[in-house]
């Protein structure tokens, strides 16, 4: 149980494109999505927090406008990278929780990796 | 905010041996310390985790301490095996909120 899965695996687009990566937790209800990233041989950063049905918390120095989530449902949360450029490049992987008990676990996916060209 | 510092940034063992991994933490009010595995072109897995009231916990070849008034834990593997080797990366958060990683540890367990 507790799956978490990501699409797509990855991506390759041109720069200037808009890329939608999605994050679904299969068995159960997700309250909570988090979204990371992480660049190559280096650990993960929390871009945003996800809860359904409200506005993403971005975290500091991550642009809002850039990086669009969208968590409609308690099983599904989409992250849209606008206008890519080179440097977004990464590997994104998303997280979500069941919101139940006060230490609930993070269930990660397995990652995009996002190449702009 | 909470920053974690982890060490080392590689390790390797010889199969069989034991493997340790350090990670320090400056939030005094994380009280959530999870331990992933993440192998390569994959999302990390949880493999083991504690919480602050717990000092130990042991899962088979796998236990990671804490002292929360030094404010560090560690992860120990016994017994090594080459499936052992990828990149182990600590964490802290309060009630696992807010999740902070360290920078990551590559192990490598040669046979």
């Known amino acids: 149980g507790a799956v978490v899965s990501q699409h797509p695996s990855w991506v390759i687009c041109k720069s200037g494109t808009s890329v939608k990566i999605e994050c679904r937790s299969l068995?159960?209800?997700?309250?909570?999505m988090f979204w990371y990233r992480q660049f190559p041989k280096q650990s993960l950063m929390l871009m945003a927090t996800?809860?359904?049905?409200?506005?993403?918390?971005?975290e500091q120095g991550v642009e809002k406008d850039k990086f669009l989530i969208n968590h409609a449902s308690l099983t599904l949360s989409t992250l849209t990278v606008t206008s890519a450029h080179p440097e977004d490049s990464s590997f994104y992987i998303c997280?979500?929780?069941?919101?139940?008990?006060?230490?609930?676990?993070?269930?990660f996916g397995p990652g995009t990796r996002l190449t702009v060209l | 905010g909470e920053n974690v510092e982890q060490h080392p940034s590689t390790l390797s063992v010889q199969e069989g041996d034991s493997a340790v991994i350090k990670c320090t933490y400056s939030?005094?009010?994380?009280?959530?310390f999870p331990w992933y595995k993440q192998e390569l072109g994959k999302g990390p897995q949880l493999i083991i985790d504690?919480?602050?009231?717990?000092g130990e916990k042991k899962d088979q070849r796998i236990a990671v301490t804490l002292n929360k008034t030094a404010k560090h834990f560690s992860l120990h593997i016994t017994e090594t095996q080459p499936e052992d080797s990828a990149v182990y990366f600590c964490?802290?958060?309060?009630?696992?909120?807010?999740?902070?990683f360290g920078a990551g540890t590559r192990l490598t367990v040669k046979p």
């Open positions: 997280s979500a929780t069941t919101g139940q008990g006060r230490y609930n676990e993070q269930f």
């Open positions: 068995d159960f209800q997700a309250t909570t």
């Open positions: 996800s809860n359904e049905g409200s506005k993403a918390t971005y």
């Open positions: 939030d005094s009010a994380s009280n959530y």
């Open positions: 504690i919480r602050s009231n717990v």
């Open positions: 964490a802290a958060s309060i009630d696992n909120n807010d999740m902070r």
